[in-house]
């Protein structure tokens, strides 16, 4: 099996999300909601306690109407790889490893066991990813029966985030284990909020796998960390050189800036600083 | 009542004004206990804390504690590494403050986490790439390696000393002395360091994140050396205050001079050093980002760019050139001023690098988030200081933490009646015969 593991072509899960096409109507993020067994409170009023693998922000060009222009942008945890495998923002502080880089999947674990709560994870995550579990879990009357089983509620005092709903692909994997069949099929695996967005924004699949739309739709480049070749693809932060494997697209030139920081007057994309 | 604890050839108030004292701390530390044991039960729900501030009024207390007790492991270093004799006059209150001041931080941090019941996850599971770890392994030893430091002093007491076991215990335990300043400044330099390096490896956050040496951002280079400066400003600041509550001279001048000159050119080095990385951040590494140095200052009404000209020219430029001078160091107001100075620096120093990096927003979508700590988090960072009053109240009272304060404050056996008449006079003025500092 370990044999078996090591020669095989790792995948690099990611997903690409077309920014013309989304509405804003938040089904990405109750479908979340409800897949993860994702906490809530009677008053949710403060966002900034409110725990949302999947957060849709609302941008806008800034200018006056009738110029006025605004783009939604659905924003899950980013399973950054870093510079170098694995050398994510979050994985390569945590001082217990209990978040993780999977080689296998590319997928960064959240293990909620082991993490103990010191919230530098959080702090490393320019994307506002992760989220702090301030209060115990406390469900409405008979919700408990409508939790899912494949994905354990947090307890207070760990921090949890999106894990582009890893049980879907354990459970994909089993399946096709059972089946004889050693790669699994491109929709066999996709996440709840794929699934559930009706303006089909989302589209998720293996970004080494050649066959898969995220990789017909995105082409990372490998050459230079996976930057995407087609010129309507951007990735949040990508100069930061976080390595996301969250895709946006856009034809719009001033939602693909809004993407990243740029001086004033900066035509051209610099060189990502390389963080050792 | 207690006469029979008091080091021989000192005089310390009566037993009912020291118990008064201690109750009026301990009413402090009692609030802080109650706000500890309610984040504990109740959870960090307690706090003010969210999540763009994960870090915050606790990290930043933690930092600042371990940053100002940097005084133990420096004066060590000088003490018994490079031989300055005269330190020897002020490094058992050094090493005291360096105890408060780490175990203070211990605390805290064991409040700080979600999960205290599973801290010791960060030895067991630990993650050997990350700052935090390094940081909890040195922090844990170097407290160790005080607590060594700190035990000798206990077994001094009077009534202690006359057990020949502990009396021999601690005469060992000052000889090989030297081995565990040693010990104590190489754990320092990796911990003091490594606190730095939490906020300066943060690639995510380029208000934080600097480049450096293999794995050591400039910012681990930077937190040891302004510990390394600081840290004996505020080992001076304490002293100071506990001669003006006692109204005793306690360590003489000289060795505070002696610390005061070290302190002021280290300080004065950092400063310089601090100076060139601020400008190589603002002008070659954050723009490479796509961030200006004000995008870093503006928009916000609390982290204007006067944090920085604060922290380095008010706290960093000025208190340097006093303490340089002889006639800034011997000059009482200006060795106050630039000893306030020099701790309200590093602290400032430890609050950017906690709360401003949480401010800032890094996607250009994100707005400046401000925060405000709760009073269960203000009372659990006022715990510390309490519990500080209270051993530094205790080993005053029972050990003999100023070796010079017999010396300085000679009681006569006289008369009672002339004794009385003796204790309203000023203390002798010794100073005019001590020797100027050695250096």
């Known amino acids: 099996m370990k044999e078996g593991r090591t020669h095989k072509k790792f995948q690099k899960f990611g997903m690409v999300i077309d920014l013309d096409k989304c509405t804003g109507c938040g089904s990405c993020m109750v479908a979340c909601m409800a897949e993860n067994n994702v906490p809530f409170r009677k008053d949710e009023s403060n966002k900034l306690l409110s725990i949302t693998w999947m957060r849709v922000y609302k941008l806008t060009n800034g200018m006056p109407f009738p110029k006025i222009d605004v783009c ?20 390569s502080v945590c001082p217990a490893i209990a978040t993780d880089y999977s080689m296998e999947s590319g997928i960064v674990s959240q293990i909620y066991t082991r993490c103990f709560g010191c919230r530098y994870c959080m702090a490393s995550c320019p994307y506002h990813a992760r989220y702090f579990n301030w209060w115990d879990p406390i469900w409405p009357d008979g919700m408990e029966k409508y939790l899912s089983p494949n994905v354990s509620p947090r307890m207070r005092g760990v921090v949890e985030k999106c894990s582009f709903c890893f049980h879907r692909y354990q459970l994909a ?18 996440t709840a909020c ?60 001033w939602v693909r800036r809004a993407g990243d920081n740029y001086l004033k007057n900066e035509k051209k994309v610099k060189k990502p600083v390389h963080h050792g | 009542m207690d006469s029979a604890l008091i080091p021989k050839g000192v005089k310390r108030c009566p037993l009912w004004q020291f118990l008064l004292f201690i109750g009026a701390a301990g009413i402090v530390l009692l609030w802080g206990v109650y706000a500890m044991f309610l984040c504990w039960f109740k959870g960090l729900n307690q706090t003010n804390m969210n999540d763009y501030y994960g870090f915050a009024l606790w990290i930043w207390a933690d930092l600042a ?54 801290g010791w996850f960060i030895f067991w599971h630990a993650n050997v790439h990350s700052m935090l770890t390094e940081v909890a392994f040195c922090l844990s030893c170097y407290f160790g390696v005080l607590t060594i430091e700190y035990i000798p002093l206990i077994l001094e007491n009077r009534q202690i000393d006359k057990v020949p076991f502990f009396h021999h215990l601690g005469h060992n335990m000052h000889e090989v002395m030297a081995v565990f300043a040693a010990t104590g400044a190489f754990l320092s330099f990796f911990h003091q360091g490594s606190l730095g390096g939490v906020a300066g490896v943060l690639f995510g956050r380029p208000f934080a994140f600097r480049e450096g040496i293999f794995i050591w951002p400039w910012t681990f280079f930077l937190f040891t050396w302004s510990a390394a400066a600081c840290g004996p400003c505020f080992t001076i600041l304490v002293t100071k205050i506990t001669e003006k509550v006692v109204g005793k001279k306690l360590v003489k001048d000289y060795a505070i001079e002696l610390l005061a000159k070290i302190s002021g050119w280290m300080l004065l080095t950092y400063t310089i050093a601090k100076f ?39 706290c960093g430029l000025v208190p340097a050139a006093i303490l340089m001078t002889p006639k800034g160091r011997k000059n009482p107001v200006a060795l106050w001023i630039a000893i306030s100075l020099a701790v309200a620096g590093v602290c400032l120093n430890r609050w950017v690098m906690v709360l401003q990096i949480m401010a800032v927003p890094v996607m250009t979508f994100d707005n400046w988030v401000l925060y405000f700590p709760s009073w269960q988090e203000v009372a659990t960072t006022i715990l510390p200081v309490a519990y500080g009053v209270i051993l530094i109240a205790i080993s005053y009272r029972y050990l003999p933490v100023f070796p010079n304060e017999a010396e300085l404050n000679p009681i006569e056996p006289l008369p009672a009646e002339e004794a009385e008449e003796k204790s309203v006079d000023p203390p002798v003025d010794l100073e005019l015969e001590l020797k100027p500092a050695e250096a």
């Open chain 2, 65 to 118: 504690v371990i940053a100002v007790g940097g005084g133990a492991f420096f004066t060590g270093l000088l003490r018994y590494i490079f031989g300055k004799d005269a330190l020897k006059n002020i490094i058992n209150y050094a090493v005291l403050i360096g105890f408060i001041c780490y175990s203070s931080a211990l605390l805290i941090l064991a409040i700080d986490i979600g999960q205290p019941l599973r």
């Open chain 1, 72 to 91: 939604y942008l659905p924003r899950p945890c980013m399973q950054c790889e870093g510079q170098h495998e694995g050398h994510s923002p979050c994985v």
């Open chain 1, 194 to 253: 794929t699934q559930a967005c009706p303006a089909g924004a989302i589209t998720f699949g293996d970004l080494n796998n050649p066959k898969h739309t995220v990789s017909k739709m995105a082409e990372p480049d490998p050459k230079h960390s996976g930057r995407p070749k087609n010129p309507n693809a951007f990735r949040l932060l990508e100069r930061l050189g976080t390595n996301p494997k969250v895709y946006y697209l856009s034809s719009r030139e």
């Open chain 1, 173 to 190: 994997k089993d399946r096709a284990f059972m089946e004889g069949r050693p790669e699994l099929q491109e929709d066999e695996y996709q």
């Open chain 2, 276 to 314: 060139i990385d601020t400008w190589y951040w603002a002008t070659v590494l954050a723009p490479s980002q796509g961030f200006t140095l004000m995008d870093f200052y503006t928009n916000n009404p609390l982290y204007g760019i006067w944090i920085l000209i604060t922290e380095i020219a008010i």
